[in-house]
């Protein structure tokens, strides 16, 4: 249920970032960041689930796995992060020309 739910959402941001750059809008690397973040959320849950279930054989290699999916979600995560405060910096720096 909730891998449909992540996969739906993968979608609808792939959708929505098609739509915005046919539209003729700034591209944004934002949703593409967005949708990393969630499939690797939802790879990381498809793990877990594996390991519960039982139907893992090798234990170790799925924890590796798990700890491989969490570092690249944290690397997603913080680059959403940069490229939010790049977005804002240049806006900032437009307001304090305009104040002079």
Do not use: C
């Amino acid at each position: 249920m909730i891998n449909d739910g992540l996969l739906a959402l993968i979608i609808m941001e792939i959708l929505w970032t098609i739509v915005r750059y046919l539209g003729k809008q700034e591209f944004s690397l934002n949703p593409f960041l967005f949708i990393g973040i969630i499939a690797g959320i939802r790879r990381l849950l498809s793990i877990e689930a594996e390991l519960s279930l039982g139907h893992t054989p090798d234990v170790l290699t799925s924890t590796i796995e798990l700890g491989v999916v969490a570092l690249i979600i944290l690397i997603l995560v913080f680059a959403y992060y940069l490229a939010n405060k790049a977005g804002e910096a240049p806006a900032h720096a437009r307001k304090q020309l305009e104040e002079k």
